[in-house]
């Protein structure tokens, strides 16, 4: 796992935590099985030992996105995509290199979300996402859903597992983004 010792990142087991890292944006995270294994070579042979993992909640169609897209709300995981997720995070972790996690991003609340003004709503639900009671909800259950889900493939859940090197609640979110379009 990583630390913060002396006012900086450390490994648990000893030494001081350096990265040198890349964001992988979707649909990349949702590569078939040997697209991702054949990127977690490249990667590790290019010196990269962390990867952060964004945007996985942007609506890309089925199989390319992290929450179901045949729904008319986001409640579910697309189960063929936290597949391929959990593959590309096994591949990255037998190669050594650690992951960072971006929670809430882009997501598009859709129809059934039980959210007021879904449609008035920018990606991610913009800053409503910062006080709206139903959108920290859904954030929370979200977030609750991806950390906890157990990866088949390294048997552990992503909160448990020292492949998480940190998570980013939120990403790009402020209240600047209203300036242009106020609406």
Same mark, same amino acid.
């Given at each position: 796992? !990583? ?18 890292? +890349?964001?992988?944006?979707?649909? !990349? ?8 294994? =054949?990127?977690?070579? @490249? ?55 650690? +992951? ?6 882009? @997501? ?6 039980? !959210? ?25 259950? =979200? ?13 552990? =859940?992503? @909160?448990?597992?020292?492949?998480? =090197? ?18």
């Amino acid at each position: 796992f !990583v630390t913060v010792r002396d006012h900086r990142l450390a490994f648990t087991k000893g030494g001081r935590a350096r990265f040198f890292g +890349v964001t992988l944006l979707p649909p !990349v995270p949702f590569l078939d099985r040997e697209r991702a294994d =054949a990127l977690a070579v @490249r990667l590790a042979r290019s010196g990269i030992n962390l990867v952060r993992l964004g945007d996985l909640d942007t609506s890309l169609g089925p199989e390319r996105s992290l929450f179901d897209d045949t729904r008319d709300d986001t409640r579910e995981f697309d189960p063929v995509s936290i597949g391929k997720l959990d593959h590309l995070i096994a591949a990255l972790k037998g190669r050594g290199i650690y +992951v960072a996690l971006e929670l809430q991003s882009v @997501r598009k609340y859709r129809s059934e979300d039980g !959210v007021a003004d879904v449609a008035q709503l920018p990606p991610g639900g913009g800053p409503a996402s910062v006080f709206d009671p139903a959108l920290k909800q859904k954030q929370l259950d =979200a977030a609750k859903a991806l950390l906890g889900h157990v990866n088949p493939e390294t048997g552990l =859940a992503l @909160r448990d597992d020292p492949v998480l =090197a940190w998570v980013t609640l939120a990403g790009e979110i402020s209240l600047f983004d209203l300036i242009e379009n106020p609406g």
